[in-house]
């Protein structure tokens, strides 16, 4: 009889979470940045101030949805937060042939 193997974390879950954040920019790069950069050469000054505000906040928005995606991912909670848990019981086995012996049909009347 061998002894079970302790668990070890996936890595799928983290690998997922990076290809769908590299997803995420992408998309905003090809379908903001990009045309906000065209638009910033040939804008005057109070457009190109717009234009590096909404890109100063799309970044912070990007940087928080990574932070937050890692702390979910890897769940850095636990090393601040640890649970508190209770003292682990020996399992009782059961022969389960005795057990069924103690079983008897019921009485016919």
Do not use: C, N
């Amino acid at each position: 009889m061998t002894s079970p193997q302790p668990s070890r974390p996936s890595y799928w879950p983290t690998l997922a979470f990076l290809v769908g954040y590299v997803l995420l920019l992408l998309a905003i790069f090809k379908y903001y940045l990009l045309p906000a950069l065209d638009a910033f050469r040939d804008a005057d000054q109070p457009h190109k101030e717009l234009l590096s505000a909404h890109s100063a906040l799309i970044l912070a928005i990007l940087l928080l949805i990574l932070a937050a995606g890692i702390m979910l991912t890897f769940r850095i909670g636990r090393f601040f937060f640890p649970r508190i848990s209770e003292k682990r019981s020996q399992t009782k086995y059961v022969d389960a042939w005795a057990e069924a012996g103690k079983r008897t049909p019921p009485e016919e009347q």
